[in-house]
């Protein structure tokens, strides 16, 4: 295997002192020495490293042999650096700690450089734990308590490929280390979006759901709390919600949800409702959704304030797929719930997001708007535009102009109709009256009109007076078509 030297210009001035280089030799600092060791121990690192320190007269030369040799060491360097990810970055760490070590650069001192290469070798000695078999539970301890509140900590041990030897930890049968696994990939996973790519990407889902399915019966309950925790967390990102819906964790976290009073805690509780909104957001889990009883089960937690707007959350996100208005439609008394919702004035978040999913489900069906004006919607509606929020306001308009588009069809529809009627009859009026065609047809309309509206099951006054009589005026003013 051939020697490789990993800098021309090093390689140069230690091999000729004497060529005219002296110069040069002097001026590089102790880092910019310490750096040639390193990528020349590298063999294959960044290509800007060599780019710093080349010489412009040297690199005009033909190459030589050797030069070529090294040429085709970084090549192949190149190729593997995906291999060795764990080891670039370790050497990246320790030039940069080289570099920030001369006085005065960075603006770190001694102290803080040595305390940075000392955590650095904590993290070390950490993952070295973890890929021995006698010392690994311990290892993912040590994880679990770095990363708490340590963001460069999960980051730096992410790097270090502590991960696959954790969730190779969920294979072994003993229990103190799946629950130290569960907990450091959860805390490993907070508030960083590439670890929890990784975890997923490792096959951690799938790993968790076989602790839940367990032929020995029913799984631990610490341990499906720290499932449930580490569903919250993974979902949060949206290249994981489909990944996970379509694992089966779904049917998990409805269970969860199901069987609170009796061995869930409330920490589960509310994760469980957290992790079925975050899946909820993606349109790819609505159908695993309504293959379990979620839904009905959603309408009659409602009243418990403390996770209503978290179910009215969900359900908003469910009736955005037409599938999901259709399962929401046929449960029973689902309207008058919803709508009950609409009174509730000291809580104006859940009376905002009741209105967006009665919004929803009266623009696109008209079955839905008739089942919202025999449950009594329309005087919630006018109570909600004068005393709810902006937004709770708007959406609540925006019902009653659907109701008013329908009113006006019918009365449209129903206008035509009777108009040949009303013609046919041969007396509409009083006999005192009957002399005057206009007066007949005008009493006419306006019988059509109350029936329409007594048949709709709408208030007697949910069509203006005033916008009634232009109505019959306008109509009884035109010519006859006799």
Known sequence: MAKCHRNVVGSMVLNRPGSGHSRLWMAFSGASFRRKIIDTMSCGGSRHRQDDFAVKPLAEKPKSPNENQRTECRSGSRSETKKRVGRSEKLSELLRLSESSEPGLDGETEEEVKKKVEALEELKRVVKRL??????????????RLTKDDSEARTTLALLGAIPPLIALLDLDDLDSQIASLYALLNLGIGNDANKAAIVKAGAVHKMLKLIESPNGAPDSAVAEAIVANFL???????NKPIIGSSGAIP???KTL???DKKSSRQAKLDSFRALYNLSISPLNISPILETDLIPFLLTTLGDMEVSERVLSILSNVVSMPEGRKAVSIVPDVFPILIDVLNWTDSPGCQEKASYILMVMAHKAFGDRQAMIEAGIVSSLLELTLLGSTLAQKRASRILECFRIDKGKRVSESFGGGLGAAVSAPICGSSSSSADPNHQLKECLQNNMRRIVKRANLPQDFVPSDHFKSLTASSTSKSLPF
């Not at 890929?131 to 679990?144: E, F, P, S, T």
């Open 252 to 254: 998990f976290l409805v």
């Open 131 to 144: 890929q021995c078999d006698d010392d690994v539970l311990q290892g993912a301890i040590d994880v679990r």
């Open 233 to 239: 967390g993974l979902s949060a990102l949206d290249s």
């Open 258 to 260: 199901k069987k609170f």
